[in-house]
């Protein structure tokens, strides 16, 4: 076996990974059974339980619990990240390969147990159902048993250089920080190149950011049948939320040039205040949401944002306001390099597919723009389907296809092939 015969890679590598696809299967089964809901974001127990599934698969992993304060400060309850190293020889590029194991709460609706890990046919196929089944426990599973492919290939002659680490986190649902970000900021991954997790029908190479924002009003309490002597918080509020839903439609004429992203958007999903009926409301606070395009500086969308509401407070008279930035996740961009990502995901993927697999870009934010901020190109390819409605993402009946796990292990497999060679 030569690098330069990819008919002997493909052939060698799918059929390993065909020979282990049951195994595959059931090492997702048991992570989707293992709840790691966040919040409440207790999530050692799965790490514990990934760690023990890894090292049955022949892996040494390193685990690093995150001191309790950072955990702490970031919303969550426990968090480990795990490291598997596997290197090969010297000379090639350090790839990491993240995924995270923490997942949303099930929620209402669902007709298969969310922690039950159950494979049905409806008809268009085999697929598993659970909560985190696509997001993204299922590349726990690509990225390990492509792992378990490249060291077979390496056995059995292949010339492979560099070194891959699997890097499994569990924080990406409470931003990012504590996984991804704390790895790297501890100096424990000199990653060239990141693949972080996605899905099976495009290689995403730029995604929104995100800014979460708490405004909290401040009047002053009164009895409802004399409200006069009171400053009402939730009718300010109402006039500061009238002048932050007017700004939306100016962010509607702000187009990105990259495809799959829209425009910036705006939305208030959270308000809470008021101490009783009759009494008039001394305090109200809500959280707003602003999706960040790649395009934007996301220093003059958060002055933007905050100087609108600024100004709405000025006009009422007798209240007080904070803002305080809850959450700001930068901009996934498209750094020199990933295209060496793209372009062999993109072959690999329409060898195993047959279908052309595109380049696009998604308005969520995820895990992978730590590496980018960091200097590190990075791209999200993995298993699932053409959308994440498809897949029921953070829906009830979260489901994976069990084809596209096959054919997108094959595909990272072969792709991180290509590029060890």
């Not at 693949?195 to 950011?209: M, Q």
């Not at 009759?278 to 500086?297: A, K, L, T, W, Y």
Request: hydrophobic share 45%; glycine share 10%; charged share 20%.
């Amino acid at each position: 076996m030569t690098n330069n015969s990819l008919p002997s890679v493909s052939e060698s590598i799918s059929a390993f990974i065909d020979k282990h696809f049951d195994a595959e299967c059931a090492f997702l089964a048991e992570l989707v059974k293992v709840p790691s809901d966040n919040p409440a974001g207790d999530c050692a127990a799965h790490a514990r339980r990934a760690k023990e599934l890894l090292e049955v698969l022949g892996f040494e992993v390193e685990a690093y619990p995150v001191p309790a304060d950072l955990v702490r400060a970031n919303g969550m309850i426990s968090a480990t990240n795990l490291i598997v190293r596997q290197r090969f020889a010297d000379g090639g590029p350090v790839i990491a390969l993240n995924a995270h194991g923490d997942v949303v709460p099930p929620g209402q609706g669902w007709t298969h147990d969310p922690y039950g890990a159950e494979i049905a046919d409806d008809g268009k196929g085999k697929a598993m159902f659970g909560r985190g089944v696509a997001v993204s426990k299922s590349d726990f599973a690509t990225y390990a048993f492509s792992l378990l492919a490249l060291r077979d290939l390496a056995a059995a002659g292949a010339k492979l250089k560099g070194a891959l680490e699997l890097q499994l986190t569990y924080d990406e649902e409470a931003g990012g920080e504590i996984g991804p970000k704390w790895i790297l900021d501890q100096g424990l991954s000199q990653a060239n190149f990141a693949l972080s997790a996605g899905f099976s029908y495009a290689v995403v190479t730029a995604h929104n950011g995100c800014l979460h924002l708490e405004v909290t009003v401040h009047g002053k309490q009164g009895h409802a049948a004399m409200p006069e002597r009171g400053v009402d918080a939730i009718a300010a509020a109402t006039q500061i939320l009238t002048a932050i839903y007017a700004s939306r439609d100016a962010l509607k004429s702000r187009l990105s040039k990259t495809p799959g992203i829209v425009h910036p958007t705006l939305n208030v999903g959270l308000i809470e205040g008021g101490i009783n009926t009759n009494v008039v409301p001394d305090r109200v606070s809500f959280r707003i949401d602003r999706r960040i395009i790649p395009e934007e500086s996301p220093g003059e969308a958060e002055a933007e944002l905050r100087a609108l509401i600024q100004a709405a407070a000025d006009k009422i008279p007798g209240i007080r306001i904070e803002i305080k930035r809850i959450l700001l996740s930068l901009p996934l961009v498209k750094l020199p390099g990933a295209e060496r990502l793209t372009e062999t995901l993109q072959k690999r993927g329409k060898e195993f597919f047959g279908v052309d697999i595109g380049e696009h870009g998604v308005p969520i934010y995820t895990d992978a723009r730590h590496y980018t901020a960091a200097g590190i190109p990075a791209v999200l390819y993995g298993t699932g389907p053409r959308t994440l409605a498809e897949a029921n993402g953070h829906s009830a009946d979260e489901n994976v296809r069990l084809e596209d796990l096959r054919r997108a292990t094959k595909t990272v497999a072969a792709a991180l092939a290509d590029l060890l060679s």
